[in-house]
Every structure is written in structure tokens, then in C-alpha cells.
């Protein structure tokens, strides 16, 4: 059975820093690109950020871009979620995916993590 674990989420003010991480188990890891997502209050869930198979590929959505970095460690099964500069429009429920392919609407992930939340006050 696939797991995927989130974790490091919190309250912290406009500013400050905070790194997610996800641990999967039950899956051939390498076989997945890994993404983060996240969902505010009333709003649909958003792409967020993507780390290749590999790791050397990225992709990060415009409004996190340069704030935020995504990495992974293939022998730990985890990949992480670097934010700096956090917003208060960064609030939301982040949750990381699982998918074979490269492809990051929501319908393309094919694992979901229970989601980890984050605050960012101002």
C-alpha cells in the first residue's frame, strides 16, 4: 500500500522560512516525479512545485518561483519543499503527489499525501 507522509508544516510569520518534507513508502520512488500542491480555504488545489525522477529537473509555479525550491533525497524516499520569503497568500494545506509522468494538473497525480498546514501571518 502506497503512503506518502507530509510534514514541517506550522505557523510563522510573513518573512520566515519553513521546509515540508514527504516520506513515501510502498512505491518504487525513483519510478516518480514528485510535486507539491497546495489548497487555500475556498479555492480549488494548485500546482505548486515538481522534482524530476532524478532530481535535476524542477518546475515551480510563478508565484512561488524564486521564493521556494524543491529538492530530493532517492535513498530517504522524501523530497522536500524549501519556502522562503513566505506570504500570507502562501497559507494553505500543502500536499505532495506522486505521478509517472510530468504532467501536473491534479488529474495527473497518481498518489496523494494527507496534506500538512501552513500559516503564514502578516
Known amino acids: 500500500q502506497v503512503h506518502l507522509v507530509e510534514s514541517g508544516g506550522g505557523l510563522v510569520q510573513a518573512g520566515d522560512s519553513l521546509r515540508l518534507s514527504c516520506t513515501a513508502s510502498?512505491?518504487?520512488?525513483?519510478?516518480?516525479?514528485m510535486g507539491w500542491f497546495r489548497q487555500a480555504p475556498g479555492k480549488e488545489r494548485e500546482f505548486v512545485a515538481a522534482s524530476s525522477w532524478t532530481g535535476r529537473g524542477t518546475l515551480f509555479a510563478e508565484s512561488v518561483e524564486g521564493r521556494f525550491t524543491i529538492s530530493r533525497d532517492n535513498v530517504k524516499n522524501t523530497v522536500y519543499l524549501q519556502m522562503n520569503s513566505l506570504k500570507p497568500e502562501d497559507t494553505a494545506i500543502y500536499f505532495c503527489?506522486?505521478?509517472?509522468?510530468?504532467?501536473?494538473?491534479?488529474?495527473?497525480?497518481?498518489?496523494w499525501g494527507q496534506g500538512t498546514r501552513v500559516t503564514v501571518s502578516s
Open positions: 503527489g506522486a505521478s509517472t509522468n510530468w504532467e501536473w494538473s491534479t488529474h495527473d497525480v497518481e498518489y
Open positions: 510502498g512505491l518504487a520512488f525513483t519510478s516518480y516525479a
